[in-house]
């Protein structure tokens, strides 16, 4: 289920990072298996490319298990250093705001039981850039762009697109925020029941 958005807060404490305004966003832990390494390589060859202007790369997640030293990575690269941004301690509603402003988000992840930020990207109106992989087939095929997550060189084509068409990006948004039906935890339950039954032969 992706209905799990709490209602405001009066209290909640003013969002940060509203100087962030061009960026494309990933979000998930900081660790192997979330794959952000592939977005930092991919970021480099459009650099070497000279593909014009880039926006902000925001990875939003806490550090987890094995991460490739994404920070290092980050602060030893001269020319990264001041197009990356790694953000670890935002709060539900600031990674909902991250998303609601990107202009498209970004999930590589190798494996997910459920890809959890592309829901949240789509329920949010943002277009996004997906491994071809596991569960993330099953969210919204239809809406979603797949690479290999294996490929930076697909990421690299995929992104280029979308920065270099506007056009075909808002469409793209404009689609997403009209047809994307989120699943809310009622329905999970009831496939839940349903594959059950059909399993067991209970009708």
Not at 22 to 28: A, H, Q, W
Not at 33 to 38: H, I, M, T, V, W
Not at 126 to 155: G, K, N, Q, V, Y
């Given at each position: ?17 509203n ?13 192997l ?6 977005l ?63 202009r ?100």
């Open positions: 289920g992706e209905d799990f958005t709490p209602p405001p807060d009066p209290a909640a404490p003013p969002l940060r990072f100087e962030l305004q061009d960026y494309l966003l990933c979000v998930g832990t900081l660790e298996r979330k794959n952000q390494s592939l930092l390589n991919a970021y480099r060859i459009l650099l070497e490319r000279d593909a014009g202007p880039l926006p902000k790369l925001v990875m939003c997640g806490r550090d987890g298990y094995a991460n490739n030293n994404l920070k290092a990575q980050v602060e030893n690269d001269h020319e990264l250093r001041d197009l990356v941004v790694i953000i670890e301690d935002a709060s539900d509603a600031e990674i909902e705001d991250l998303f609601r402003r990107c498209f988000s970004l999930f590589p992840a190798v494996y997910e039981g459920w890809g959890l930020p592309l829901a949240e990207s789509l329920r949010l109106g943002r277009p996004c850039i997906c491994s071809d992989t596991s569960s993330m087939r099953e969210i919204a095929p239809d809406l979603t762009i797949f690479a290999s997550p294996h490929s930076a060189l697909e990421w690299v084509d995929w992104i280029g697109r979308l920065l270099g068409d506007d056009a075909a990006l808002a469409h793209l948004a404009a689609r997403v925020a009209s047809e994307y039906t989120p699943t809310n935890w009622s329905n999970t339950a009831k496939d839940i029941m349903r594959a059950i039954q059909q399993r067991s032969g209970i009708q």
